[in-house]
T-cell receptor, first 111, second 115 residues
Framework: EAGVTQSPTHLIKTRGQQATLRCSPISGHTSVYWYQQALGLGLQFLLWYDEGEERNRGNFPPRFSGRQFPNYSSELNVNALELEDSALYLC??????????FGPGTRLLVL | LAKTTQPISMDSYEGQEVNITCSHNNIATNDYITWYQQFPSQGPRFIIQGYKTKVTNEVASLFIPADRKSSTLSLPRVSLSDTAVYYCLVGPSRLGSSGNTPLVFGKGTRLSVIA
């Protein structure tokens, strides 16, 4: 069975641009979670989607947004990129709050 | 969610058993204990989850005392490839509604296995 997939694996942007990251959950999972992991730090919770709705949001500014599609895949959008947005962005999926399984991540570098 | 405390780092030689203890004094009745492993620049990998007593799978064992205020992840006969950061998390296994708070990752324990 395929795991959680994320694209792209790496993304390079300049300050002020927008970034779009994508996540496909494990088949059958309806929940998608997004986390940010800056270099050397722990995972910080960003967003949680379930059944197409945003269920919870971490302590991040509104320029971090996302959505979940009818097929349960998800996008994370980061507007007006800042240097400190450089991080590994991780997506996880689960069956309605069950154990979360993580994807390989997207490494975003903002120059 | 219950806050967890784990050692920042641990060293071990290959072939030894490694025990990583996590404290979670404020664990709630419906909370589960979950451990993840993370290699550099990769997503965390689920290792094991338990509620009480002992849970064992092909990778590790999880020991939870009766008061559930701590738990110990046991890795038998570690190898160099077990060098990673290990996270202990506590929270309800079933979230279910928009009012619940997702899992909170701490800084984890950095395990270094030496040849």
């Amino acid at each position: 069975e395929a795991g959680v997939t994320q694209s792209p694996t790496h993304l390079i942007k300049t300050r002020g641009q927008q970034a779009t990251l994508r996540c496909s959950p494990i088949s059958g999972h309806t929940s998608v979670y997004w986390y940010q992991q800056a270099l050397g730090l722990g995972l910080q919770f960003l967003l949680w989607y379930d059944e197409g709705e945003e269920r919870n949001r971490g302590n991040f500014p509104p320029r971090f947004s996302g959505r979940q599609f009818p097929n349960y895949s998800s996008e994370l959008n980061v507007n007006a990129l800042e240097l400190e947005d450089s991080a590994l962005y991780l997506c996880a999926s689960s069956s309605r709050g069950e154990t979360q399984y993580f994807g390989p991540g997207t490494r975003l570098l903002v120059l | 969610l219950a806050k967890t405390t784990q050692p920042i780092s641990m060293d071990s030689y290959e072939g030894q058993e490694v025990n990583i203890t996590c404290s979670h004094n404020n664990i709630a009745t419906n909370d589960y204990i979950t451990w993840y492993q993370q290699f550099p620049s990769q997503g965390p990998r689920f290792i094991i989850q338990g509620y009480k007593t002992k849970v064992t799978n092909e990778v590790a064992s999880l020991f939870i005392p009766a008061d559930r205020k701590s738990s110990t992840l046991s890795l038998p006969r570690v190898s160099l490839s077990d060098t990673a950061v290990y996270y202990c998390l506590v929270g309800p296994s079933r979230l279910g509604s928009s009012g619940n708070t997702p899992l909170v990752f701490g800084k984890g324990t950095r395990l270094s296995v030496i040849a």
